[in-house]
């Protein structure tokens, strides 16, 4: 069964897909990937797909995301023209899922675009986790997995102190998430009402629910410039809070955001995962990364079976 699976990796993240590779007890398949004088990409998959089942591992971050996708996109068509029974894009973070409307007249819906492009390169079957906005999912015309990390977080809280705790989000559309989290470590679940201004600045309108305790545990999807949560921390400073426990999947961490978030003498802690590479000069002893690796294994493991994926949706 094993030997019928292949696992390859993009040049984003490799350490994820060793891991993932580590938890499923197969090697990481080698490939070659290489820049021309001309700036065009070279890929090869340097072992044989035929009638094998592949995964491909490639998040749309950090730096050159384009390249990335591109990448993917190659490696895929060489899977398809290959010969091989089934090409599985596993992309732990799909940046574009933060387009997915017309919000501003003659723009592109990204997100959507994105999904058809990865489709036609060869995408039979997409496994992600965590989009910005889930109706992402339907973007894709091929059976597509939405993971969660929520398993992963709940666990690691847990085993914390959550005396005096209440779980916040600072994105109403990130509510239904925040709520099942703050269900599952049954503490209360407050709400910050916000306006986005730009790619760096939001505004927060006003902070609804009961803010219960001192010690705020403020869930996001992810974390890039940071704004939101700084803005978070500072709207829930009136109503006692002392203690910030900062929280998502994708810690992307653009610029000096974990430099300007540690700022805040709120903030004790920085939780994320490893769905996109962090930088060893990013490693703070207040930032903890959690391992999303043996999530994705047993979700290609039940894939190349035919099991079921009830489990992942529980979340």
């Given at each position: 069964?094993?030997?019928?699976?292949?696992?390859?990796?993009?040049?984003?993240?490799?350490?994820?897909?060793?891991?993932?590779?580590?938890?499923?007890?197969?090697?990481?398949?080698?490939?070659?990937?290489?820049?021309?004088?001309n700036?065009?990409?070279?890929?090869?998959?340097?072992?044989?797909?035929?009638e094998?089942?592949?995964?491909?591992?490639?998040?749309?971050?950090?730096?050159?995301?384009?390249?990335?996708?591109?990448?993917?996109?190659?490696?895929?068509?060489?899977?398809?023209?290959?010969?091989?029974?089934?090409?599985?894009?596993?992309?732990?973070?799909?940046?574009?899922?933060?387009?997915?409307?017309k919000?501003?007249?003659?723009?592109?819906?990204?997100?959507?675009?994105?999904?058809?492009?990865l489709?036609?390169?060869?995408?039979?079957?997409?496994?992600?986790?965590?989009?910005?906005?889930?109706?992402?999912?339907?973007?894709?015309?091929?059976?597509?997995?939405?993971?969660?990390?929520?398993?992963?977080?709940?666990?690691?809280?847990?085993?914390?102190?959550?005396?005096?705790?209440?779980?916040v989000?600072?994105?109403?559309?990130?509510?239904?998430?925040?709520?099942?989290?703050?269900?599952?470590?049954?503490?209360?679940?407050?709400?910050?009402?916000?306006?986005?201004?730009?790619?760096?600045?939001?505004?927060?309108?006003g902070?609804?629910?009961?803010?219960?305790?001192?010690?705020?545990?403020?869930v996001?999807?992810?974390?890039?410039?940071?704004?939101?949560?700084?803005?978070?921390?500072?709207?829930?400073?009136?109503?006692?809070?002392?203690?910030?426990?900062?929280?998502?999947?994708?810690?992307?961490?653009?610029?000096?955001?974990?430099?300007?978030?540690?700022?805040?003498?709120?903030?004790?802690?920085?939780?994320?995962?490893?769905?996109?590479?962090?930088?060893?000069?990013?490693?703070?002893?207040?930032?903890?990364?959690?391992?999303?690796?043996?999530?994705?294994?047993?979700?290609?493991?039940?894939?190349?079976?035919?099991?079921?994926?009830?489990?992942?949706?529980?979340?």
């Amino acid at each position: 069964m094993k030997d019928e699976m292949r696992v390859f990796s993009g040049s984003a993240h490799r350490e994820l897909a060793e891991a993932i590779c580590a938890d499923l007890r197969i090697p990481l398949s080698a490939s070659t990937t290489k820049r021309f004088r001309n700036d065009n990409l070279y890929v090869q998959l340097c072992e044989t797909v035929r009638e094998r089942d592949v995964f491909i591992v490639q998040p749309f971050y950090p730096a050159h995301v384009s390249d990335h996708i591109l990448e993917l996109a190659f490696m895929m068509d060489a899977a398809r023209s290959a010969s091989a029974r089934r090409v599985t894009a596993v992309i732990p973070y799909y940046s574009y899922s933060r387009s997915d409307k017309k919000d501003e007249p003659h723009i592109s819906i990204a997100g959507r675009l994105l999904a058809d492009l990865l489709t036609a390169a060869g995408a039979q079957h997409v496994v992600t986790m965590t989009m910005h906005s889930p109706q992402v999912h339907g973007f894709f015309s091929v059976p597509t997995d939405h993971l969660s990390s929520m398993k992963v977080l709940v666990e690691y809280f847990q085993s914390q102190n959550l005396t005096r705790a209440c779980v916040v989000t600072p994105d109403l559309g990130n509510i239904k998430r925040a709520t099942r989290f703050a269900r599952l470590l049954q503490l209360p679940v407050v709400a910050i009402s916000k306006k986005r201004i730009s790619d760096t600045k939001v505004v927060v309108d006003g902070v609804i629910g009961e803010v219960a305790g001192s010690h705020a545990i403020i869930v996001d999807d992810e974390i890039a410039v940071g704004s939101s949560m700084i803005e978070a921390v500072k709207a829930l400073r009136p109503f006692g809070v002392t203690q910030a426990t900062l929280v998502c999947t994708h810690g992307l961490f653009c610029d000096e955001a974990l430099e300007r978030l540690f700022a805040l003498p709120e903030v004790d802690a920085i939780v994320t995962t490893d769905t996109v590479p962090i930088p060893q000069r990013q490693a703070m002893p207040k930032l903890h990364v959690l391992s999303i690796a043996p999530v994705f294994a047993d979700a290609i493991r039940r894939i190349h079976a035919g099991e079921s994926m009830q489990i992942h949706f529980e979340y």
